[in-house]
């Protein structure tokens, strides 16, 4: 199968975890899914942002983090992928990058070899209404650019979390030649119970493409509440699968040509106009003199 015109049915699966405070725990629950999954025929295993540590205390995370090539997880991971020969991507993790932490997606093939890396390119930085407040920007440092990724299942635009809410990072991707689209998150339970499904589907039908977006779940040892619900969505916008809170897998079977249908239908891809905004100054001097 060609990476760039990859066709055909393929299983994929999403790992749904409730990281914690210790990243061996977590390196060994996320290497059992993955396992797990490939017994099961998928070809495309995904796993969660932050796959193998939640922990807000910024000096427990810089304890616990290690160098890109020192990371234990990647290493585990990259053997796992080799043994079962499957592509495994890890939705994300912490790294050392200097004096901060990047976000970084790892891409690995089937045959255990790193593929291709993205860091987050959008800080969460939020205060919600509940009155939980977010500034990822002050322990993470934002990506530089986006990363379309060939695998032998095709082009996969890469994404985290809220990634999610910025469609051109999406557009981009599809007019670049992606059919899958993957943002694994760590959504709160507040802006996910919101916005989580609406937003997977949203990107799905806009660009005539597959949304796989694995996600952590539930109560976190660190105190917070992400929102779980891993979900598969195709490019029509119809959802596949979606799971809920718990840990577990999430599967489908996924027709890659679906994408062409799709765009044949509703062809907005090709429909793009580059747009020349007036502005509007309010009433004309000529009515504003009369009052």
């Not at 970084?104 to 255990?112: E, F, K, N, S, T």
């Amino acid at each position: 199968m060609s990476a760039r015109d990859a066709e055909g049915s393929i299983r994929v699966a999403l790992v749904q975890m409730r990281s914690g405070r210790d990243p061996a725990a977590n390196r060994d629950e996320a290497v059992a899914r993955v396992r797990e999954a490939a017994a099961l025929g998928a070809a495309y295993v995904q796993t969660p942002e932050m796959t193998a540590l939640l922990e807000r205390d910024k000096a427990a995370l810089f304890d616990k983090i290690r160098d890109f090539d020192a990371d234990e997880t990647i290493a585990a991971l990259r053997e796992t992928a080799r043994e079962t020969g499957t592509i495994v991507h890890i939705g994300s993790l912490a790294v050392r990058e200097g004096d901060k932490v990047a976000n970084r997606a790892v891409l690995v093939g089937p045959d255990g070899e790193i593929s291709a890396t993205y860091d987050k390119l959008h800080m969460f930085d939020v205060d919600l209404p509940n009155g939980e407040t977010w500034r990822e920007s002050a322990t993470f440092v934002a990506g530089a650019e986006a990363v379309l990724a060939h695998t032998p299942i095709g082009a996969i635009g890469l994404s985290i979390c809220y990634d999610i809410r910025f469609p051109y990072l999406y557009r981009a991707y599809a007019e670049a030649g992606a059919r899958i689209l993957a943002a694994p998150a760590a959504f709160t339970r507040q802006t996910g119970e919101a916005h989580w499904q609406v937003l997977q589907r949203a990107r799905a039908i806009e660009t005539g493409c597959f949304v796989l977006s694995a996600a952590q779940g539930g109560r976190h040892e660190d105190g917070r509440e992400t929102y779980g619900h891993s979900i598969i969505v195709d490019p029509w916008g119809v959802v596949l699968a979606e799971g809920g809170t718990e840990p577990g897998l999430v599967t489908a079977q996924i027709d890659l040509s679906a994408v062409d249908r799709a765009r044949s239908r509703i062809p907005s891809l090709v429909h793009t106009r580059a747009v020349r905004l007036a502005q509007s100054g309010g009433l004309p001097d000529a009515r504003r003199d009369a009052m």
